[in-house]
T-cell receptor, first 109, second 116 residues
Framework: RKEVEQDPGPFNVPEGATVAFNCTYSNSASQSFFWYRQDCRKEPKLLMSVYSSGNEDGRFTAQLNRASQYISLLIRDSTLSDSATYLCVVSAGTYKYIFGTGTRLKVLA | EPEVTQTPSHQVTQMGQEVILRCVPI?????FYWYRQILGQKVEFLVS????????KSEIFDDQFSVERPDGSNFTLKIRSTKLEDSAMYFC??????????????FGPGTRLTVL
């Protein structure tokens, strides 16, 4: 099993749609979880940390399921500017982090 | 808003040459990282650095690589003898130990390294 696994997509959705991404991880000892977004040829930018109780930031909701070792990201009312690659990041030690391959999202007008 | 900066934005070198990639982390951050991303592939962890020591490193970070914080602001990655397969985007990141989530990392814009 890969350390961090994501469906590469692309997910093509119309504006205003709700879209959900999942990410699975193999290390049950992982403590920290994040979603980053990456635009083409740019640096990753933090979207949100993922907490055990789940958390929401505007149109974005993240969930963590430790028992099944996956995290999810839900984007509501998607806009054209949400088009990007969404990266799942999981800790693999105190200060070591593993990135997933990313899921590409295209929001269509 | 403070940001991580990296220089140069693009470095072209010949195989076998040494390169030094430079980063200026956010000023009150104490944890520093290097990652690389080969074109079309995922972001890969190289090394983390705290208190003038390496905290963690990956299998990629072999004897050809080294990191240094030569002064109070810069954080460098040196590749001693570059190989063609070192061609990639190299990202520096830093995180703030004083915040509630000290492992939230902020990334620089990257240095694109091309080895010919």
């Amino acid at each position: 099993r890969k350390e961090v696994e994501q469906d590469p997509g692309p997910f093509n959705v119309p504006e205003g749609a709700t879209v959900a991404f999942n990410c699975t991880y193999s290390n049950s000892a992982s403590q920290s979880f994040f979603w980053y977004r990456q635009d083409c040829r740019k640096e990753p930018k933090l979207l949100m940390s993922v907490y055990s109780s789940g958390n929401e930031d505007g149109r974005f909701t993240a969930q963590l399921n430790r028992a099944s070792q996956y995290i999810s990201l839900l984007i509501r009312d998607s806009t054209l500017s949400d088009s990007a690659t969404y990266l799942c990041v999981v800790s693999a030690g105190t200060y070591k982090y593993i990135f997933g391959t990313g899921t590409r999202l295209k929001v269509l007008a | 808003e403070p940001e991580v900066t990296q220089t140069p934005s693009h470095q072209v070198t010949q195989m076998g040459q040494e390169v030094i990639l430079r980063c200026v982390p956010i000023s009150n951050h104490l944890y520093f990282y290097w990652y690389r991303q080969i074109l079309g592939q995922k972001v890969e962890f190289l090394v983390s650095f705290y208190n003038n020591e390496i905290s963690e490193k990956s299998e990629i970070f072999d004897d050809q690589f080294s990191v240094e914080r030569p002064d109070g602001s810069n954080f460098t990655l040196k590749i001693r003898s570059t190989k063609l397969e070192d061609s990639a985007m190299y990202f520096c990141a830093s995180s703030d130990v004083s915040s509630g989530r000290s492992d939230t990392q902020y990334f620089g814009p990257g240095t694109r390294l091309t080895v010919l």
